[in-house]
Every structure is written in structure tokens, then in C-alpha cells.
């Protein structure tokens, strides 16, 4: 059964005020389009949780979407600091940020507990960091098996209410192809309530079938699926486009004051109805820039069983 809609549609039928929403990718893959569009629909207070928060969650904290993060390592990549973010947890504009930081493995683990319906998990990481002195989330368990070491960090399970991933392609059951960096994005779309799966292309079931390793996220856990080209621009799409690299050069420029930045989104975000009509504002040539040289991987035979 198709499962397919649009972003709109998608973000009102899942998202409520209140809660935990998590918007993947690694460096690429990033869900912009669906963040705008809970830019334009104005939810509040909101927990906000990805490794890397980056632009998107820096033009949502922006809007005054976020209440708290829940996050690893956060900034401008190649950058600097996220000036939004910054404002709001050391001078409370728009409003006030909770943070509640782990190490990249640390809410991969969180996610991955979450994912599998377990009450913690280990992770040797945190021994002899500061980490534990500052989150009451890490706690530490005796070794039962009572070889070293005889106590072990632990972290809880982390369920968001409403997970957005990405991926290259899917049909419209949500079965997902993704290649190149991955990130925690499987183990969140598994760990949440509901999923929203945005695509740069759907295809056949027919594509995603004759390839079944590269489908990461299966049909099983994608409640809402929405065709969105170019839904990760600026940041880019393994063999679709590259990094928009002068984008996240120009925010830090643009977010020097709370005014500047509201003042692109008022032309970027609120300015358009939706991603369409955002592409529909770039320059053509710098789509032509973001193109990608061509590698294809070589084929396999997987053969008929």
C-alpha cells in the first residue's frame, strides 16, 4: 500500500507541540525540507535530537521551534560555531535551550537501545571523561562477569516520538536505498514512533528489490514517505548533488544578530510555500555547480533463488 504524501501534509499528520523530534543524516542526507516545514507550521517547544546538529537545527532553534537538544557535537562544519544555538542557551534568544550532550557514540548507543527495546546499553567510551560529571543520563553498572573493568558506563534508551530520515531512493511502500555515510539514521528510524522517509527519487519496488543490501530502512517501520529532490540542499546527496559549501559560509555571515537571521527566514522559509518554490529562488548555475562526477560502483550478480 502507497504511503506516499507530501512534506506538508507528512509534518502536520506527525508532529505535535511537545515532542522529541529527530532529523537525520550525516553530513549529507540532512532534512532540510522537512525542517522548514516545521519552520512554516510554527510548533514549539520541542526536543531536538541528532548527532551534529548543524544549519537546520540552527534555523529551527532560530524560529523558537526548540525547547531542549539532545545532541553530539554541535557547529558550522569547516565553519565555526552555530551563532543561533549560542544565543539561545547563553542569552535565551528566542528562547531559553536545555542541552543534553553525549559523545557521537553515546547517542548512538542511546538510539540503538531505543531501537532494540533494551533498558541501557554499555559503552566503554565515557571511562575517564568529564562526560559523566556533567549528564545524569550516564550512569555506571557493576561488571557481572567481574573482569576488568568492574564498573561500566551505561546509557538509556532514546525513543524519539517522530523520527525524518533521508535516503537516495524508495518505493512507495518506504522500502529505502541509501549509500555513503549513514550516521544513526537506521538505528533512529527504528528506534522512533513514527517515520517520515523523504527521497530524492521514488522508483519500482522492482530497483529497490534487485539491490537488498542497500536497503538500510525497510517499509516496516515508515508510517508517512514524500518525494522531495534536492530536500538536503544545502548539504548534499551521495551521487545526486554535492555540498553547497558557499551556503554554510554565507549563514555564519547572515546569523551574526538574531534580526539578520530572522530576516532569512522570512525570505527563505516563511518567504515560500514550499521546497519547490525554495529551489525555484537558486540560481540555475549554481545547481549546475553542484553537480557530481560520475563513479558507479561495479555490479553484482545477486542471482535468482
Known amino acids: 500500500m502507497t504511503k506516499v504524501t507530501d512534506m506538508e501534509e507528512a509534518v502536520s499528520s506527525a508532529i505535535e507541540d511537545g515532542q522529541s523530534i529527530y532529523l537525520g543524516g550525516f553530513t549529507h542526507l540532512i532534512p532540510f525540507a522537512a525542517g522548514h516545514e516545521i519552520i512554516r507550521q510554527g510548533y514549539s517547544d520541542l526536543t531536538l535530537v541528532r548527532a551534529t546538529p548543524d544549519l537546520i537545527y540552527d ?66 567510551t565515557f571511562v575517564g571523561s568529564d562526560y559523566p560529571e556533567h549528564n545524569d543520563n550516564i550512569q555506571f553498572v557493576e561488571n557481572p562477569f567481574g573482569d576488568m573493568p568492574g564498573e561500566i558506563p551505561v546509557v538509556p534508551p532514546l525513543n524519539p516520538d517522530v523520527a525524518v530520515v533521508r535516503g537516495q531512493r524508495a518505493d512507495t511502500e518506504g522500502s529505502a536505498h541509501l549509500w555513503g555515510i549513514v550516521g544513526e539514521m537506521v538505528e533512529a528510524a527504528f528506534a522512533a514512533d513514527t517515520v517520515i522517509l523523504s527521497v530524492e527519487e521514488l522508483v519500482d519496488t522492482e530497483v529497490i528489490r534487485s539491490d537488498p543490501n542497500r536497503t538500510l530502512i525497510p517499509q516496516t517501520v515508515i508510517d508517512h514517505v514524500v518525494e522531495e529532490p534536492f530536500g538536503s540542499h544545502p548539504s548534499y546527496a551521495q551521487g545526486y548533488y554535492d555540498r553547497d559549501n558557499e551556503a554554510y559560509l554565507a549563514w555564519d555571515r547572515q546569523t551574526e544578530t538574531h534580526e539578520s537571521t530572522k530576516e532569512w527566514l522570512e525570505e527563505w522559509v516563511y518567504g515560500v510555500n514550499d521546497r519547490t518554490e525554495y529551489l525555484e529562488k537558486l540560481d540555475v548555475e549554481r545547481f549546475l555547480d553542484l553537480q557530481p562526477q560520475t563513479s558507479y560502483g561495479t555490479p553484482v550478480d545477486m542471482g535468482e533463488y
Not at 553530539?72 to 552555530?82: H, R
Open 59 to 124: 534555523q529551527m532553534i532560530a524560529a523558537g521551534c526548540a525547547s531542549s537538544v539532545t545532541f553530539s557535537w554541535a557547529g558550522n562544519p569547516g565553519v565555526g560555531s552555530l551563532r543561533a544555538f549560542r544565543r539561545a542557551i547563553e542569552d535565551g534568544v528566542p528562547t531559553e535551550l536545555d542541552i543534553d550532550e553525549y559523545s557521537h557514540f553515546g547517542l548512538v548507543s542511546r538510539l540503538a537501545a531505543g531501537a532494540q527495546d533494551l533498558p541501557f546499553l554499555p559503552l566503554r
